[in-house]
């Protein structure tokens, strides 16, 4: 079984502008949440998104916002960009219920850089 | 909110040697406990998991920790280690009723020849 998959691996971008990262879960997961990783903040939950709903939001400004779409997949965006937000973007999947977390299963992220 | 505290920044210890990595948790119920290793540029890969059951949890690379509520940790142990175990190494809690998982600030170990 694939795992989970993001893209893009690397991007570059200026500040102000703003940019979409995707993200496929593991066939089968309905579940997909989003991290931050920084040398300073560590990894931090954004939010979380199941069956297109979602579920569960992290302490981050609107600026970061998703959705996610009827097979699953996820698009994290964030608009007007800081020199702040370069980090390194860890999507996960599991297998959750309704009522009930899992097990993640995390991708290889996409590292974002804002000059 | 449930919260980690990994107290090591960083560990040393030569190949071969043991190695026991610390992390104390915060949570108002029984939490899901989760080891992550996370090398350069990568991912995170799961070591292991406690969700219920056998408070000791055995994981992949030799890996083990245990759970201990009296003491709200979940170390992780492996009797000798390898070079290629050099890595970052996260524990983890999440709440059972959803997904929003916290992280501890991690622990880079670095192998010695």
């Known amino acids: 079984k694939a795992g989970v998959t993001q893209t893009p691996r690397y991007l570059i971008k200026t500040r102000g502008q703003q940019v979409t990262l995707s993200c496929s879960p593991i066939?089968?997961?309905?579940?997909v949440s989003w991290y931050q990783q920084t040398p300073g903040q560590g990894l931090q939950f954004l939010f979380e998104?199941?069956?297109?709903?979602?579920?569960n939001k992290g302490n981050f400004p609107g600026r970061f916002s998703g959705r996610q779409f009827s097979n699953s997949r996820s698009e994290m965006n964030v608009s007007t960009l800081e020199l702040g937000d370069s980090a390194l973007y860890l999507c996960?999947?599991?297998?959750?219920?309704?009522?009930?977390?899992?097990?993640?299963?995390f991708g290889p992220g996409t590292r974002l850089t804002v000059l | 909110a449930q919260s980690v505290t990994q107290p090591d920044i960083h560990i040393t210890v030569s190949e071969g040697a043991s190695l026991e990595l610390r992390c104390n948790y915060s949570?108002?119920?029984?939490?899901?406990l989760f080891w992550y290793v996370q090398s350069p540029g990568q991912g995170l890969q799961l070591l292991l998991k406690y969700f219920s059951g056998d408070t000791l949890v055995q994981g992949i690379k030799g890996f083990e920790a245990e759970f201990k509520r009296s003491q709200s940790s979940f170390n992780l142990r492996k009797p000798s280690v390898h070079w290629s175990d050099a890595a970052e190494y996260f524990c983890a809690v999440g709440a059972r009723e959803n997904n929003d998982m916290r992280f501890g600030a991690g622990t880079r170990l670095t192998v010695k020849p």
């Open positions: 066939s089968g997961h309905r579940s």
């Open positions: 949570y108002g119920a029984t939490p899901y």
């Open positions: 996960a999947s599991s297998l959750r219920t309704s009522d009930l977390g899992g097990e993640q299963f």
């Open positions: 998104y199941f069956s297109e709903t979602q579920r």
